[in-house]
């Protein structure tokens, strides 16, 4: 709805959720609440006796079938009227005292509260700049020692209902307070002064000081639907609340229920509290107002009301958000591959995006269900078969994940499979770079460096040398591979080495002997280049041929400790004959 589409002096109303409209399913639950309301409905004081109260009823339904309108006036002028099944249930509140004690407190006091005939008169009359002074008055405006407690705390569920039911109104465009007309009725409290010694004195000059700090809280139509949640909130905390719960009680004088149901009472206002807010949570999202309901939310995390309310009452939304989450899931059924994954976090990441700057403190539910959709597309990674031939990909997906998840343990999870990773990295086959090494497939690289040289005797001089052996990981594929390239260069160095003096002979019968040697030279050079070139083609297409090894850590410890490298085995068996032959092999 807009505030502009009708004056507030037209008696706007909002519709009705149980009488039969167009409107079904666009109704506020929130407004609705004060709405059926049972002292708004008959139209009575909230302390009335309850066979007068039924009286009343029968009343209100003779004249409401007569066509004739109630003579006392309406609370709430600008929400729809009640009907007769209204006044019918209103009724059958009133005889249940947990239900009427529940109704009374989330209703208005005007007997106890000090300014409650101006809180009814401006309700009445639908006046904003009277409820805006009402507003204005909190309890620091009173003189401290001229308060009772229980008219301090009529006042402040006053002061918290009514900023509820403006705010909601709000909500649905009916705004009766604006929010210039709150910032000037805000105004200094009113302080006690006394004669002191023929001098005026006041009792707490700081009063004033602190209502400057409070001048800028001004209530616009979000804050004030907040500030009636947190004043609620402090309500609930407040021992001083509990006698006057015990005095409404006693003033109800029913048998059903005493002084040790004020637990029940209070925990039945907290839960229409937060049905009120996730009903009209639920009002916005059917809507698409997402940005209402984030706010919402917001509120509701804020407001310092016991978040077991707010996770009972809100777990109708959460399973609507559950519903979406789960159509992902699809994308890791079977055996996902990583780009099923990422585009399972990604979605998941777009769909809580919304979500993502709220502070849910378990109000909502979203961090558990965002964490365990999180966690199980961490399993999925770790379900994949060999990870190392997409490790770059995985952590790239890891760090979405991490991005992704809500809580410190979760992204704790996805780290921990990083590292885990990492570790993996480092005994991947250096060739391929896709399978894990196998010890046993290991290259090795056999070094030598000189330790020191003596003197012995007459022009003798002794050499100590060091020896050192590296190893450079390798899987058995690549090691099958380089045997057979192994035996291969072999098979060409010794073809090369025979063909050469065949070669120097054919010429030397030519009498070219200088030509002979010649070709026999290049016969052994193109025997090496063409056991370098079958080398390169029998390597797998990005993998690193078997000659390339100064990359790899096994060298680089042999070669930093200042050893020259006498030997490069890469036949298969080159850890086998290293334990064999020893070093000196």
């Known amino acids: 709805m807009s505030s502009e589409a009708s004056p507030l002096s037209e008696g706007r109303s909002v519709p009705s959720s149980t009488t039969p409209d167009t409107e079904a399913g666009t109704r506020s639950p929130g407004l609705d609440f004060f709405r059926v309301n049972p002292f708004r409905t ?5 302390r009335i006796p309850a066979q007068e109260a039924l009286w009343k009823s029968e009343k209100a339904l003779s004249r409401l079938r007569a066509g004739l309108d109630p003579p006392e006036p309406d609370m709430v002028p600008w929400l729809a009227a009640p009907d007769e099944f209204d006044i019918r249930e209103g009724a059958q509140k009133l005889e249940e005292p947990l239900r009427r004690l529940r109704e009374q407190i989330l209703w208005f006091d005007f007997a106890l509260d000090p300014q409650g005939a101006q809180l009814e008169a401006a309700l009445s009359s639908q006046t904003g700049p009277q409820l805006a002074a009402y507003l204005a008055a909190d309890e620091n405006t009173f003189a401290p020692a001229s308060t009772d407690p229980a008219k301090m705390i009529a006042h402040r569920v006053n002061q918290a209902n009514l900023r509820l039911l403006l705010g909601l109104s709000s909500l649905h465009g009916v ?3 604006k929010r210039d007309e709150v910032a000037r009725a805000e105004g200094p409290p009113a302080l006690v002064w006394k004669d002191e010694g023929g001098l005026r004195a006041t009792t707490d000059p700081h009063l004033v000081l602190a209502s400057v700090k409070k001048k800028k809280k001004v209530t616009p139509h979000g804050s004030m639907l907040g500030d ?3 004043r609620w909130g402090a309500l609930l905390k407040d021992p001083a609340f509990t006698p006057y719960v015990q005095a409404e009680i006693e003033a109800l004088g029913d048998e059903l229920v005493g002084k040790d149901d004020v637990d029940t009472i209070t925990f039945a206002v907290s839960s229409a509290l937060a ?4 009903g009209e949570a639920r009002l916005q999202m059917s809507r698409g107002s997402i940005y209402q309901v984030l706010e919402l939310t917001k ?9 077991v309310f707010w996770t009972t009452a809100f777990r109708p939304l959460r399973a609507a958000f559950q519903a979406e989450v789960t159509e992902l899931d699809s994308l890791l059924e079977g055996n996902p591959r990583v780009n099923d994954v990422d585009l399972y976090l990604s979605r998941l990441k777009a769909l809580t995006k919304p979500w993502s700057k709220v502070k849910d403190d378990g109000v909502l539910g979203l961090d558990q269900l965002v964490d365990t959709a999180v966690i199980q597309a961490v399993d999925a990674l770790r379900a994949l078969d060999h990870p190392a031939v997409v490790l770059d990909r995985i952590f790239a997906v890891l760090g979405t994940a991490e991005a992704v998840a809500r809580s410190e343990s979760t992204k704790e999870r996805s780290r921990e499979y990083r590292a885990v990773l990492e ?4 005994i991947l086959c250096h060739y391929c770079q896709k399978r894990g090494a196998e010890v046993e497939a290991s290259v090795v690289l056999k070094g030598k460096k000189l330790v020191k040289s003596e003197y012995v005797g007459y022009n003798t001089i002794r050499n100590t040398f060091g020896l050192m052996a590296g190893l450079i990981p390798r899987c058995a594929t690549c090691a099958e591979l380089h045997g057979w390239m192994h035996y291969l260069g072999r098979a060409i160095w010794v073809a090369s080495f025979v063909g050469a003096p065949f070669v120097l002979w054919l010429f030397a019968e030519r009498r070219e002997v200088v030509g002979g040697f010649v070709a026999a030279a290049l016969l052994i050079g193109a025997g090496y280049l063409g056991k370098l070139a079958v080398a390169r083609l029998a390597t797998p297409k990005g993998e690193t041929a078997y000659w390339s090894y100064q990359a790899t850590d096994g060298y680089r410890r042999i070669a930093g400790d200042g050893y020259s490298i006498t030997k490069h085995d890469y036949r298969k068996d080159a ?3 290293l334990k064999l032959e020893g070093l000196a092999g």
């Open 42 to 46: 008959l139209r009575i004081p909230i």
């Open 175 to 177: 705004d009766l307070v």
């Open 228 to 230: 009636a949640l947190a």
């Open 275 to 278: 049905d009120i807010i996730v």
């Open 299 to 307: 509120l509701a995390a804020a407001s310092g009301i016991d978040p």
């Open 423 to 426: 570790k993996y990295r480092d």
């Open 575 to 577: 850890y086998a004959r």
